[in-house]
């Protein structure tokens, strides 16, 4: 599968819901600034120990590889891995551009990896990649696996139920609607964040030490609304070709989304929660 290479996606059953182009970067960039305090929180509340070798599978724009290395310091290596070489890659070179210290790199798969390699990791983290997986648990298993004795796994993800557009209008919910039905089209799990001690019960990992459930509202000054209707057009290409929207359907949402954020009527978003659970390893 090429996913790295901005193609299509190659079949219905098989593919990253969200696509690989330029704007879907820039809008993963936008979308980390929104969680970086609920990641901040729950890495704290964990207990990130400085010089720790980090791990940030499904690394995506490498925004919590650049708040591993605050938390943990200089002396700590943070690795990111994502099955997109190309975003990987470019986002290695602004981390070490822009923050110097010891970043690295992996194009990796968690799916059709056996194992994740460089282990043991002090800390192995992910964020909002579980929902794209057809196979949460194992990936969840072969994060546990990657953890030093003493060491911690730290997940974060969706409960997509809460995202909603304010005041309601038909339609207005398609972007979550979408890209629910789409996940799920693709054999994905759409609501893996109240579901993670679940998964991780399954994973053989034991129960988180504790879970926390982050969210907020957006409004269109704070430019959170765009993010969300930039769900819409990555899913798009994935959703046309699994059936789950119409063109039609998806350009009627456009207009009317662009004619009411141009208005002064009352406009607001609900996000989804995020919810974070953390364990540690026993030595
Ligand atoms: C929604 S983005 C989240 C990015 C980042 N974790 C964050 O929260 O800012 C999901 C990321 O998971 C990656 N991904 C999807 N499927 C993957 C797989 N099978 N193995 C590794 N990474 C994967 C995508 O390429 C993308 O970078």
């Known amino acids: 599968m090429s996913h790295g290479s901005g193609c299509a996606i190659p079949g219905p059953d098989d593919g990253y819901a969200l696509g690989a182009t330029e704007q879907e970067y820039e809008r993963l960039r936008r979308q980390a600034q929104v969680w970086a305090e ?3 929180m729950i890495l704290r509340r964990a207990g ?4 720790a070798r980090c791990l940030d599978i499904g690394s995506g724009p490498g925004e919590v590889m650049r708040q591993f290395r605050r938390l943990a310091g200089p002396s700590a290596t943070v ?3 994502d ?3 190309v975003l990987g890659r470019e986002s290695l070179r602004r981390l070490r551009d822009e923050e110097g210290g010891s970043f690295e790199f ?7 990896a056996d194992r994740i390699p ?7 983290f992910t964020r909002l990649v579980l929902l794209h997986l057809r196979d949460p648990v194992a990936a969840v298993r072969k994060m546990y696996e990657a953890v030093a004795p003493g060491g911690l796994l730290v997940v974060q993800d969706y409960d997509l139920r809460t995202w909603e557009t304010l005041p309601s209008f038909e339609d207005g919910d398609l972007p979550r609607d979408v890209l629910m039905a789409t996940l799920r089209a693709g054999g994905k799990e759409p609501l893996i964040g109240p579901k993670l001690p679940e998964i991780f019960r399954a994973a053989g990992v034991p129960e988180p030490a504790e879970c926390r459930q982050s969210g907020g509202m957006s409004f269109r000054k704070d430019g959170g609304m765009e993010i969300g209707l930039g769900v819409l057009r990555s899913t798009l290409p994935a959703a046309l070709r699994l059936g789950v929207v119409t063109q039609e359907r998806a350009q009627r949402f456009f207009a009317t989304m662009e004619e009411r954020m141009r208005s002064d009527e009352l406009l607001y978003q609900v996000a989804p929660t995020m919810v974070g659970a953390w364990v540690r390893k026993p030595r």
Do not use: N, S
């Open 38 to 40: 609920a990641t901040e």
């Open 48 to 51: 990130v120990p400085k010089g």
């Open 79 to 81: 690795t990111g891995m």
């Open 83 to 85: 099955i997109d070489g």
């Open 106 to 112: 992996r194009e990796l798969d968690i799916e059709a």
């Open 118 to 124: 460089g282990g043991p990791y002090g800390v192995v």
